[in-house]
């Protein structure tokens, strides 16, 4: 029942990010107004069937600058995580296959790496690279190193020592293939899993960092900007905050809904995160 | 029970370490000379050396570290490129500010996620366990900042209940504190307990079906007391775990929405020298924010001792 | 060891049934059973894991959750309804009237509460506060821990369960369930994740307990073993019915059930006449398995004829794979679910076709 029901969720969910994706893609070209086409004497008008989203303090039209910033948000989603799975995978690998000194000293700062709240450390190495979307994906993608390299180094454990047998008959099979053909597929759904997970984190944490300034500069379009606009004339136009924060919304949830889906489909034996986190904990 | 408490202390403070590690790297990472770029069109000659000398930035890089080390470990986190003050003065002036918002919103997140997460895994499968599954679901996704908007929006601007910004200290003015601090504790701690809802829930069905909750029925208990005295006991680890863990995101998001309500706390302070390139001030409140969380996390470790016999005793 | 005379049974079960609704159908998983027990009678209820005597218990009393579970038929317990009643009714039986102790004493108490605590918590629900005090209370959690043969017991009721030895710790159990003293003491599987010596050390106490409270006791195993030296009567259950009912000294003097004597040949040491003095009960699942091959029926999928067929090595002919057996009653007072009866040790050969 409960799983029917997720399911059914998960296919809107999907139906839901593939629209965003064609938005990310076509946004520009589908929106009924230019993105940065500004009109004075319209502007602060409510929703209309002109505007949808009605419009904001320069006249821009919301709707179409929520569409056009599908794509922003989508591109410093997939790349930041793309940055946190290629640089986590392989560290978890590392860690994990070769054990010992390597693994102690790798682990060893993820751990400092996970001691800071999330967005705290983002702004602190945007601090240090200025502001910008370039160095909002590399913030974020470097936040969320440490997640993908305990997930791999844990699957990696599970099979080392099955490997090492394997590799001891097999003649002459180097590191590199063991870890590409054996290795790598046990980790897989569980690395699947946090990958959609971390696309709405990201998500969620671009927009935060964009709102805060340190992400998409305006004049280009980005939810967490808009957002921030829309904070100063709440009182006159809530729709200026509204929308871009719906945006946010029923994206990042989807992106959950789907990665909880993909756990139950991939990785069903996977503990629930509580027991992983107290266990963790008791095991230090 | 000492030695329990030694060692996970020792182990925070090697993480700490590692910390102000990261965080004075930072600063050697900025392109170009730090005192210069945060003087910016402010530069004179004079300022610049003196500023120099007094952060210790003349020195090889070792010595800096170990220095800014020292210094630390006695409260001396150097002095804002921009003010000149201490930055430890800077950061202890909006602590109170930060830190009130922070156990506020945690506070109504763990009123949210207990009762909630409780009836849900008691009610496992019933209109109640849909309702916080489906709540949790949502709290995880929502932007807190929009949370906040969507507060002001509704109790400043239609119903004129709260005023839609601003802070009031707690110990000067009691009244002006709570109206100022209900929207952006409630936005965070909505967020937060909705996500511990979740865990919560699980923590309590697992321990629903622990051995010793069977025992507690078999002795005709009355459901109530077996879920307080049993089921909840036995839950409570794994609750303050993640509640411990779960500061870290509260922390993130008390940033944010300090930005959003104009809370003169440690997120704004952080903005502001991020947004200045005060160096100093951002690596001061970076080391404050992510050593509070260590600690809180230690206590954490230590409040085990106090929950589970097993720990006490050994 | 012979039982008290009653004419009224303390708990006499009629019918009872319980299923699960599962996603390949309906898992029929305690079929229409019926058995008594008398005031200060031992009976055991015997049979491999899943053959549904743990599971008649939890649903006697109310301790299987319903839904999901179904349960039918009747049962009294001193005459008060079981099946049909409320849950209070129920929960109120409960620890007062039937004292319950599980199997694995290392998780069954609460690792977090003191073991006196534990131990007289049922009392205190069931008594109310003006007539037991808190010093009262604390007093009755000592006595009852000496009671069980607990060394220093005033010393140890304030120890938590990690302190105490899994022996130690079934005997805190037991001192749990006799707290109120109840009429009937359920023992499910209690000895079976203790060590050979211990579960002598157990099973001995529950017997001394009897004898000196008067109580009865169901005593849930399936280790034949064990049961020899405790039970007045055993039932023996295979996939949720009933297969052989007789007193003890029948049941291993003159089995009748092909599976019981199955079971009984599992055992590593079996004296014929009597019932087993001094057994080593390190007999598992496993053993028996190896003896009787096959594995117990699906009980979602249950075979048409007799439960035990496809196992049964003295099946006879399609009457047995089509028609379910009855249980008859092959001498006064010994009950087998077979048409196939086994012969009789050395003097005579039963009929067999039935």
């Not at chain 1, 004497?41 to 179409?64: A, N």
């Amino acid at each position: 029942m409960r799983a029917l029901i997720s399911h059914r969720f998960a296919l809107v969910c999907l139906v839901i990010l593939a629209m965003m994706a064609l938005a990310g893609v076509f946004g520009a070209a589908l929106a009924p107004y230019g993105v940065n086409a500004t009109d004075i004497p319209g502007r602060l008008r409510p929703p209309s069937l002109e505007h949808w989203f009605g419009t904001d303090e320069l006249g821009r039209d919301v709707f179409s600058r929520v569409l056009a910033a599908a794509g922003v948000s989508l591109k410093v989603g997939l790349i930041a995580v793309g940055i946190s799975l290629f640089a986590g995978v392989l560290i978890g690998l590392l860690a994990g296959y070769y054990g010992r000194f390597i693994d102690d000293a790798l682990m060893r700062v993820m751990d400092m790496l996970f001691a800071f709240p999330a967005v705290l450390l983002a702004i602190a190495i945007l601090a240090v690279l200025g502001p910008g979307v370039t160095n909002a994906m590399i913030a974020i993608g470097v936040v969320y190193v440490p997640i993908f390299a305990r997930v791999t180094r844990a699957g990696v454990l599970a099979v080392r020592e099955e490997i090492f047998v394997l590799a001891a008959r097999s003649v002459g099979a180097g590191d590199l293939r063991i870890m590409a053909s054996h290795v790598l597929p046990n980790v897989a759904g569980p690395v699947i899993v946090q990958t959609s997970l971390s696309l709405a984190f990201a998500i969620l944490s671009e927009a935060a960092l964009s709102f805060l300034g340190l992400g998409v500069q305006p004049p280009a379009p980005s939810w967490g900007r808009m957002l921030f606009d829309g904070r100063d004339f709440v009182q006159q136009a809530w729709w200026m905050g509204f929308f871009p924060g719906l945006a946010i919304f029923v994206t990042v949830l989807s992106f959950n809904i789907v990665g909880d889906a993909l756990r139950d489909a991939l990785d069903p034996a996977q503990r629930s995160a509580i027991e992983a986190r107290s266990s963790e904990r008791a095991a230090r | 029970m000492v030695a329990y408490a030694l060692r996970r202390a020792l182990q925070a403070l090697i993480v700490l370490v590692g910390v102000s590690v990261i965080v004075f790297t930072l600063l050697q990472l900025v392109p170009g000379d730090p005192v210069r770029v945060a003087l910016g069109t402010r530069f004179d000659q004079g300022t610049y050396d003196a500023l120099r000398e007094r952060s210790g930035l003349d020195r090889p890089l070792i010595a800096q570290y170990l220095s800014y080390l020292g210094h630390a470990a006695t409260g001396d986190l150097g002095v804002s490129f921009r003010s000149g003050e201490p930055v430890t003065t800077l950061l202890l002036e909006r602590l109170p500010a930060t830190a009130s918002l922070a156990l506020t919103a945690l506070l109504i997140a763990l009123l949210i996620a207990i009762p909630l997460g409780v009836l849900a895994a008691v009610r496992a499968g019933s209109i109640w366990d849909y309702a916080a599954t489906g709540i949790s679901q949502i709290g995880v996704s929502v932007p807190d900042f929009w949370m906040g908007i969507l507060f002001i929006l509704l109790f400043s601007s239609t119903f004129g209940w709260l005023p839609p910004s601003g802070y009031e200290p707690l110990f000067g003015d009691p009244l002006g504190w709570v109206k100022h601090v209900v929207m952006p504790a409630a936005a965070v701690g909505l967020v937060s307990g909705a996500i511990l809802t979740r865990f919560v829930r699980s923590a309590v069905l697992e321990s629903l079906g622990r051995d010793y909750t069977r025992t507690a029925h078999s002795k005709g208990l009355r459901t109530g007391v077996v879920v307080r005295r049993h089921v909840l006991r036995g839950a409570m680890v794994p609750i303050v775990t993640v509640t411990g863990l779960q500061l870290a995101s509260l922390l993130g998001g008390i940033i944010v929405i300090e930005i959003v309500f104009a809370w003169p706390g440690l997120g704004q302070l952080t903005l502001d020298a991020v947004r200045g390139r005060d160096y100093p001030v951002v690596q001061g409140s970076v080391l404050l924010l992510a050593a509070t969380f260590l600690v809180v996390n230690l206590l954490v470790d230590l409040l085990y001792a106090v929950l589970d016999p097993r720990i006490r005793l050994r | 060891m012979s039982p008290p005379i009653s004419s009224q049974p303390l708990l006499d079960v009629q019918g009872l049934s319980v299923s699960f609704p599962t996603r390949d159908g309906l898992a029929r998983v305690v079929r229409d059973v019926s058995w008594q027990v008398a005031r200060g009678e031992t009976v055991a209820v015997v049979g491999e894991s899943g053959s549904g005597k743990s599971v008649s218990m939890l649903a006697l009393t109310g301790l299987l959750p319903a839904p999901p579970a179904r349960i039918g038929g009747q049962a009294r317990f001193d005459g008060i309804d079981l099946i049909g009643a409320d849950r209070e009714t129920l929960r109120a039986l409960r620890g007062d009237r039937i004292g319950m102790v599980f199997q694995d004493p290392m998780t069954s108490l609460n690792p977090y509460l003191r073991v006196g605590r534990q131990v007289v918590e049922g009392l205190q629900a069931h008594r109310s506060q003006s007539t037991l005090s808190r010093r009262a209370a604390h007093e009755r959690a000592v006595e009852l821990l000496a009671m069980v043969g607990i060394p220093e017991p005033r010393r140890r009721v304030d120890d938590y369960p990690h302190e105490f030895s899994g022996g130690m710790r079934q005997r805190v159990m037991i001192a749990t369930a006799l707290a109120c003293d109840p009429d009937l003491l359920v023992a499910d599987e209690a000895t079976t994740a203790l060590d050979v010596t211990t579960q002598a050390q157990i099973v001995e106490l529950v017997g001394e307990l009897q004898s000196r409270l008067g109580m009865a006791v169901i005593w849930i195993s399936h280790d034949l073993g064990v049961v020899a030296r405790i039970a007045h009567r055993v039932v023996v259950m295979y996939a949720g019915q009933v297969v052989e009912e007789a007193p003890v000294d029948a049941l291993f003097a003159d089995t009748r059930h092909p599976y019981s004597a199955g079971l009984l040949r599992a055992l590593p040491v079996l004296e014929p006449a009597g019932p087993v003095a001094r057994t080593a009960s390190a007999t598992t699942d496993r053993a028996e398995l190896l003896t009787i091959e096959g594995l117990p029926p699906d009980p979602r999928r249950l075979p048409p004829g007799c439960a035990f067929y496809p196992r049964c090595p003295h099946r006879l002919d399609e009457r047995c794979a089509t028609e379910p057996p009855p249980l008859r009653e092959v001498v006064p007072g010994h009950f087998i679910r077979s048409f196939y009866s086994e012969p009789k040790p050395a003097i005579d050969r039963d009929g067999s076709g039935g």
